[in-house]
C-alpha cells in the first residue's frame, strides 16, 4: 500500500464511514482527522476560530462552511500537519471541497483517493431507525440485529429503552436528503479528478474494509 496515502471518505449517515476511518487509521497508519475533532480541540485550546465555532456548538447548530474550512486550513498549516490521513465527515460540499483543494495545494500534498461509500436509502433508514439505547446504562440495541430479551426493556438494569430523535425515521429520511443535495456537486468534483472510489457499503464490515483497501490499490 502506498506510504503517502491520504484519503476522503464520503457516505450518507449510518454508512458506516466513522468505522472504516478508524480501521484504515489503525491499519495503515493514517491520522483520523474529523471535523468534530478538529472543532473540539479549538474551542478546549480557546484559539480565535475556537472562540468563534463555540456558540454554534453550544446552541446545537451547524459551523458555517467558511469557518470549518479556515479551521481545517489551520489545522493543516501547523508544524506538527498530518502527512498521511484520513478525512471523516469534511469536505461534505463543493465549496469545502474547493477551499481543501487549495489548502492541499498549499501544503504540496496530494490526495491518493476519495472513496464514497454506497448504501441504500432504504438500508441507511434500517439501520438507523432500528437504534434504541438505555438511558441508565447506556447500553445499545438495534431490533433487527441485536435486539434486547424483552421489546423496549434494557437486559442489563431493565430501564425502558429510548430512541434518539436523529433516529427517528422523519428525521433520518430529512438527513439523507440533506447529504444528497450537499454531495451532488461533490461527486463529480473528485471522479474529473480521478480520484473517486465507489464501494457498496452493505454487509460485514471487514469486507467492506477489503473493498476499501481494493479499491486504492487498483486505481
Known amino acids: 500500500m502506498e506510504l503517502a496515502m491520504r484519503l476522503i471518505l464520503i457516505g450518507p449517515p449510518g454508512s458506516g464511514k466513522g468505522t472504516q476511518a478508524k480501521l484504515l487509521s489503525m491499519r495503515l497508519g493514517l491520522d483520523h482527522i474529523g471535523t468534530g475533532d478538529i472543532l473540539r480541540e479549538a474551542v478546549r485550546m480557546n484559539t480565535p476560530l475556537g472562540q468563534l465555532a463555540k456558540p454554534h456548538i453550544m446552541a446545537g447548530r451547524l459551523v458555517p462552511d467558511d469557518l470549518v474550512n479556515e ?39 496530494n490526495l491518493t483517493g476519495v472513496v464514497v461509500m454506497i448504501v441504500a436509502d432504504e438500508e441507511i433508514v434500517r439501520r438507523l431507525t432500528g437504534r434504541w439505547s438505555c438511558p441508565r446504562c447506556k447500553a445499545t440495541y438495534h431490533m433487527v440485529s441485536k435486539p434486547p430479551r424483552v421489546t423496549g426493556i434494557c437486559d442489563e438494569c431493565g430501564h425502558e429503552l429510548v430512541q434518539r430523535s436523529d433516529d427517528q425515521e422523519d428525521t433520518v429520511r430529512e438527513r439523507l436528503r440533506v447529504y444528497h443535495r450537499s454531495t451532488e456537486g461533490l461527486i463529480p468534483h473528485y471522479r474529473a479528478q480521478g480520484l473517486l472510489r465507489e464501494v457498496p457499503a452493505e454487509g460485514d464490515i471487514e469486507k467492506i474494509y477489503s473493498r476499501i483497501v481494493q479499491s486504492l490499490e487498483s486505481r
Not at 500537519?81 to 483543494?101: C, H, I, K
Open 71 to 109: 479551521l481545517v486550513a489551520e489545522r493543516f498549516r501547523r508544524p506538527d500537519r498530518p502527512e498521511r490521513f484520513v478525512m471523516d465527515g469534511y469536505p461534505r460540499t463543493l465549496a469545502q471541497a474547493a477551499s481543501f483543494d487549495q489548502v492541499l495545494r498549499q501544503q504540496f500534498l
